[in-house]
């Protein structure tokens, strides 16, 4: 039995266009809660041996130190992440002086980062960004430039990048949210699990495109119904590669400890926006284009 994709493709642009549009209004409201990879700073994390002390009796104790704006975050059940402008050794050394004379603590990590590395990363991270879309776009432009047909091959990249843009778009703003709710900070592991998604959500809809053009240069089928083969051909195919993808990732997610959490979740994000998009939005965004140029 097959399954007719096509036939509410509006229904499937307005659910993507309400998440997409849910996005930027969180980008623009929200932004971003950039960590100190992009900013600069220092982050020290401790873990108590005993009992937690509150936020406010943190604050208070460090406050004889110039931290600057101290962000104080719990995590764990017993564990503290402190953020602050970037400090010297000695003031680290202070820190852990005055947080251990109270109460037992082990330190978990201590990272640095002055404001010209950050700012070094944040034009560099948008630089393989741009490059990363460019590379798409002429690769799929490139590969298709045979296809039968009247959708021209550039159209081919173009709904390509509609549907990494949807894939990437929707998971940044839902960290936008999570940046002010909870305060998680973008960190060059999110951007490298957005950067992977870029890989996984063109290699599902190059797929799907590969199988099109296949079919529309072996059976005497139309556009429309071409795409509707190539859909219900490669289903069982997308649908078995992205659960056992998902069922590691959620794994990760839940037993992989607080520094993989929010890499996997961006992971988990790409991947599943990644499946829906290959099915229920290129394709169809294609086949938009054939009937508006019939």
Request: no cysteine.
């Amino acid at each position: 039995m097959k399954i007719n994709f096509l036939k509410y493709s509006k229904i499937y642009f307005l659910i993507s266009g309400f998440l997409v549009l849910g996005s930027i209004v969180s980008l623009l409201v929200f932004g971003l809660n950039m960590g100190i990879d992009f900013t600069g700073g220092s982050i020290l994390e401790i873990e108590y041996k005993g009992e937690v002390p509150s936020i406010l009796e943190i604050e208070e104790d460090l406050s004889v130190l110039e931290l600057g704006k101290l962000m104080v975050q719990p995590t764990k059940e017993k564990g503290v992440i402190l953020r602050m402008k970037e400090i010297p050794e000695s003031t680290h050394s202070d820190i852990l002086n005055i947080l251990g004379g109270k109460r037992e603590i082990e330190e978990i990590r201590f990272d640095s980062i002055g404001p010209v590395i950050g700012k070094e990363v944040k034009e560099k991270t948008k630089i393989v960004i741009f490059l990363a879309l460019v590379s798409i776009l002429l690769y799929v432009t490139f590969a298709f430039r045979k296809v039968s047909g009247s959708v021209k091959s550039w159209q081919y990249g173009i709904a390509t990048l509609l549907a990494l843009f949807h894939d990437v778009l929707i998971p940044i703003g839902v960290f936008s949210i999570l940046g002010k709710l909870y305060s998680v900070e973008i960190s060059i592991p999110i951007i490298t699990a957005l950067l992977t998604v870029f890989g996984y959500s063109v290699n599902d809809t190059v797929v799907i495109f590969d199988r099109l053009r296949e079919n529309l240069s072996k059976k005497k089928l139309s556009f429309k119904e071409a795409v509707n083969e190539s859909l219900n051909q490669n289903l069982s195919r997308s649908i078995s590669t992205s659960l056992t993808t998902l069922f590691v990732l959620l794994a990760i997610f839940f037993f992989g400890g607080e520094s993989l959490r929010y890499f996997s979740l961006a992971l988990i994000l790409g991947v599943a926006l990644g499946t829906y998009s290959s099915i229920f939005l290129a394709p169809p965004i294609l086949v938009k284009w054939f009937e508006r140029k019939r």
